[in-house]
């Protein structure tokens, strides 16, 4: 199948549209990553999002709306979960909550619960007016990679197996949704996200983080979200988070571990690049939020090159230093040490 990667003008936001409503793929950008939708409703067209990106079945999708309304003929929503609605929506924010029997099994992984969000960019929001129906959608790369946040990252995953990529430029966050189940009786973060533990609480009055968000799941242990399950990306090369609060430690835990090794390249904040002349160095940003920006296009980077070891600065997990930690964690095989 050939792709067409296009601009996302409304012509080819339109053609999306109708390529959804004929029950095929469409990788379109949201402001978190690039999503690869189908109709949500559609239970063969959402197949074919499983097999264009190799993804186990037992992980359920995302269901994306244009506004709240839209989530009731979806699931059954509750006062809490319409607070944060219109706390949030438009935005990087996955409501899971339970579902009705109009969403086919094989969205939600043959789950009681479905997730919704309402993405913050316009051009998903059109796509999704345009096809008429709700749009299921996983990241766009194939899995086992990290998240596209570009249309070329999507296209390099995609290429062949799906007929359009909207290109809408990079994606604003960086970063996956904050997935917040609201089935029980307080709110509990399943994925953290650009939406922080600190903003739910502050609508909710109460919210949980799911223990296993900053730990490996232990032997027989099952997930609260299936997605934690599954092997997320690991790098080519064997990856290490340095952290630590005294810069001058990590420099030098850095430098060490730099020339102990081969073909290696350190990731670090804006403001210790020039620590490390001569060597291979790239920018994490000043931030947490500037990292979630840039971190996934790194990783790809990274394979690019061939590195074969990757020396990362970590973040204090406070605020969006918990998604972006969540997601270097995963990538390192939770090998973090502290500097020293
Ligand atoms: O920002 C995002 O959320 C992006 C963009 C495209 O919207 N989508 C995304 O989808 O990251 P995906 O499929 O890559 O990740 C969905 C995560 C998985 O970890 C999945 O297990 C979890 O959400 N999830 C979905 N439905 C769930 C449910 N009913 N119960 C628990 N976890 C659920
Ligand atoms: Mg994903």
């Given at each position: 199948m050939h792709t067409q990667l296009l601009p996302a003008l409304p012509e080819h936001i339109a053609l999306g549209g109708k390529l959804l409503q004929s029950g095929q793929l469409v990788g379109f950008p949201t402001e978190t990553v690039y999503g690869l939708g189908a109709n949500a409703l559609d239970a063969e067209a959402v197949r074919q999002i499983f097999i264009a990106k190799g993804r186990p079945q037992d992980n359920p999708l995302i269901v994306h709306v244009a506004c709240p309304d839209d989530a009731e003929s979806l699931c059954h929503v509750s006062s809490t979960a319409r607070k944060?609605?219109?706390?949030?929506?438009?935005?990087?924010?996955?409501?899971?909550?339970?579902?009705?029997?109009?969403?086919?099994?094989?969205?939600?992984?043959?789950?009681?619960?479905?997730?919704?969000?309402?993405?913050?960019?316009?051009?998903?929001?059109?796509?999704?007016?345009?096809?008429?129906?709700?749009?299921?959608?996983?990241?766009?790369?194939?899995?086992?990679?990290?998240?596209?946040?570009?249309?070329?990252?999507?296209?390099?995953?995609?290429?062949?197996?799906?007929?359009?990529?909207?290109?809408?430029?990079?994606?604003?966050?960086?970063?996956?949704?904050?997935?917040?189940?609201?089935?029980?009786?307080?709110?509990?973060?399943?994925?953290?996200?650009?939406?922080?533990?600190?903003?739910?609480?502050?609508?909710t009055g109460k919210c949980l983080i799911a223990d296993s968000v900053m730990r490996p799941l232990r032997e027989g242990e099952s997930a609260p979200s299936p997605g934690m399950k599954h092997r997320h990306y690991a790098p080519r090369g064997n990856m290490t988070i340095v952290q630590g609060t005294d810069e001058k430690k990590v420099v030098a835990t850095l430098k060490r571990m730099y020339l102990s090794s081969e073909n290696a390249c350190i990731l670090c904040h804006e403001n210790l690049l020039a620590a490390f002349p001569g060597m291979r160095v790239f920018s994490l940003g000043n931030s947490p939020e500037d990292t979630a920006r840039v971190l996934f296009s790194l990783l790809r980077d990274m394979d690019a090159l061939k590195i074969s070891r990757i020396l990362c600065q970590g973040w204090d997990t406070g605020g969006v230093g918990l998604a972006v930690m969540n997601r270097m964690a995963r990538a390192a095989s939770f090998d973090i040490i502290e500097a020293e």
């Open positions: 944060l609605m219109d706390a949030f929506w438009p935005g990087p924010l996955t409501l899971v909550m339970p579902k009705k029997a109009t969403v086919p099994e094989v969205t939600s992984a043959g789950l009681s619960s479905v997730g919704v969000r309402c993405p913050a960019h316009p051009v998903a929001l059109a796509l999704i007016r345009a096809a008429g129906v709700p749009v299921a959608a996983p990241s766009a790369n194939t899995s086992g990679r990290p998240s596209p946040t570009c249309a070329r990252h999507v296209y390099e995953d995609m290429q062949n197996r799906i007929p359009l990529i909207l290109d809408g430029g990079d994606c604003q966050v960086g970063v996956e949704s904050t997935v917040l189940s609201v089935t029980g009786d307080t709110p509990v973060i399943l994925r953290p996200g650009k939406v922080t533990q600190l903003e739910i609480a502050q609508v």
